[in-house]
């Protein structure tokens, strides 16, 4: 396997024998045989719209297959056979439509002809055999670029997937991720490839506002709420990931069952939504991000609900109390299907013990997505006027592992007192819990939402520098980021199509960016990578 898409690859170079977080070489080369699989897929679809040959039901699947192999979505072998052959057989019949149009796929790319092994093991070899990503391109420099794009497509297609989920789709979306994921098949030149990777970002921008849409259209635009990090004495299940859809139906199924609900890592923020937060049962927050459920799992006394990223393995003493549903997935763990039953999750947690006590671990503010800003933007704009604002912050992106992390930690307790700080995604439990206090009554620390809610940083950004009539590089404002995996690499490119310039990112750098693409990245856009200490940054931003 050679797998190095997030950041804690192996070494910082690549994970060559497991994955750190838990990939084996079997589902290494599933994913790389998916991938390759849908590009022929998706080949077929390019070719199809030029003749009007649109099927819904192909641009889902494709979709949802790209995901799946973003980092910490599905470990599960046997999904990744089942959608092998689903790919094959959509591309043949979706073929024999185009060509019945009147279509021409004039691609001679292996993956249009691609016929899977009929074994698993077979698979396995043929995702093996494929050295996907080293074989992307001979040149590193194109290889990286290639790289990138695929990444920020994964991202994309995840961020597409969970605006579909909520009936918010644009064909135009799905026409680009068909002709890149098709592209990407042949050889590209730099100029083209930095192109496709900037056009993914800006892309991505329009499937954000679609989950935006999806997201506030159902549910409501969150409020400022408070959330309890405590529990009481009930029965107890706790939900983790990103889907809003998947809370929403097990709030519904769980009402007068003497259960309450918890949130987890990056469903903090669905406490703020008034179609959500209406349910008396959907009680508290329980734990912090991703990279520490293995820690605080075990002790939660009740069933466990995965709608998405991040999975890691469940520990022996909870597996039995996990389920997952949705495209995340891990072997031998009960999946709740597309029927959305939640009653074994429902009956799991009925006979688990639940919180025995009453404990208080104080609370936290969530609600600040743009409408509750762009709510107090007169405020916000006279407090800068009179210089009562210094500086903004956009401290956020994704948790992780590694110590060198703590330097959002210290960013966020040296920011001084007359900064404001926004955060969003699951890099947030670094800070989250700290109480900054307020300038001139509105919060210093705004939780705008999930690494999902993006799209709402972006335009209170924007509406920052349309009521300074300015650009958002001359706003008193500057993002220092953390990522992990791929919905951090789109967003990032997302930024970059913006021309968002003087980026801090960390906690390192990705491993797939080669020197010379990273200078490419320098001199566009001044990415850098965040100091030694937050204390130094601090001094050189605020000059
Ligand atoms: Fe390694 Fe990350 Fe790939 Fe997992 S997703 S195999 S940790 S690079
Ligand atoms: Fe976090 Fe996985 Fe990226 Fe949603 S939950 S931000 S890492």
């Not at 405590?230 to 859809?245: A, E, F, M, Q, S």
């Not at 929403?248 to 939504?273: A, F, R």
């Not at 520490?292 to 990223?309: D, R, S, V, Y």
């Not at 006279?382 to 703590?406: E, Q, Y």
């Amino acid at each position: 396997m050679y797998c190095n898409q997030c950041e804690q690859t192996a070494k910082g170079v690549a994970c060559t024998t497991v994955g750190v977080c838990g990939k084996n070489e079997e589902v290494a080369g599933l994913e790389d045989l998916l991938t390759h699989a849908v590009q022929g897929l998706c080949i077929v679809a390019d070719a199809g719209r030029k003749v009007n040959v649109i099927d819904n039901a192909v641009d889902r699947f494709v979709c949802e297959s790209i995901f799946a192999c973003l980092t910490n979505v599905d470990f599960d072998p046997a999904r990744f056979v089942d959608a092998i052959y689903k790919t094959v057989k959509l591309r043949d019949e979706l073929k024999t439509k185009v060509e019945a149009a009147g279509g021409t796929i004039d691609s001679t790319a292996a993956a249009l002809t691609f016929t899977p092994a009929d074994t698993t093991a077979g698979l396995e070899e043929q995702g093996a055999a494929l050295n996907y990503i080293t074989t992307l391109d001979a040149n590193e420099d194109l290889q990286s670029l290639k790289q990138i794009a695929m990444y920020g497509m994964r991202g994309l297609a995840a961020y597409t997937d969970h605006a579909a989920i909520l009936g918010q789709e644009d064909d135009e979306v799905y026409a680009f991720i068909h002709h890149v994921m098709a592209a990407l098949t042949t050889t590209m030149e730099l100029n083209d490839l930095v192109a496709t990777a900037l056009k993914i970002g800006e892309v991505n921008i329009r499937a954000m506002e679609l989950l935006d849409a999806g997201n506030t259209g159902t549910y409501g635009h969150p409020v400022p709420t408070e959330v309890v990090l405590g529990h009481r004495p009930n029965k107890c299940i706790l939900v983790t990931g990103h889907d809003l859809k998947d809370l929403g139906m097990l709030l519904e199924q769980t009402q007068g069952k003497g259960i309450d609900i918890y949130s987890h890592g990056e469903m903090l923020p669905c406490h703020g939504y008034p179609e959500l937060k209406k349910y008396a049962h959907f009680y508290g927050h329980f734990g912090t991000a991703w990279q520490n459920q293995q820690k605080e799992m075990p002790e939660f006394p009740g069933a466990i609900l995965f709608t998405t990223n991040c999975i890691q393995k469940p520990k022996d003493s909870y597996i039995d109390n996990v389920f997952t549903t949705g495209l995340v997935g891990w072997p031998d763990v009960k999946h709740v299907g597309d029927d959305k039953d939640f009653t074994p999750v429902v009956e799991k947690a009925l006979s688990m013990p639940g919180f025995s006590d009453e404990v208080d671990n104080g609370s936290v503010m969530v609600g600040f997505a743009r409408n509750t800003v762009f709510g107090v933007a007169d405020k916000v704009i006279d407090a800068v006027k009179s210089k009562a604002i210094r500086h903004f912050f956009l401290l956020g992106g994704c948790d992780g592992a590694k110590p060198g992390r703590n330097y959002y930690t210290d960013m966020a307790e040296q920011i001084p007192s007359d900064c404001m700080i926004l955060t969003l995604a699951c890099g947030k439990f670094r800070f989250f819990d700290k109480k900054l206090g307020d300038i001139g009554g509105i919060p210093r620390l705004l939780d705008v939402g999930q690494c999902n809610d993006a799209y709402s940083a972006v335009a209170i950004a924007t509406a920052l520098a349309g009521a300074f009539e300015c650009g958002v590089n001359d706003l008193p404002l500057s993002f220092v980021l953390s990522w992990y995996e791929q919905k951090a690499v789109v967003i990032l490119l997302s930024l970059f199509s913006l021309g968002i310039k003087d980026i801090r990112l960390g906690p390192s750098l990705p491993a797939f960016v080669t020197p010379n693409v990273l200078n490419v990245l320098v001199e566009n856009f001044n990415v850098m990578p965040i100091g030694d200490t937050a204390a130094d940054d601090l001094k050189t931003i605020l000059g």
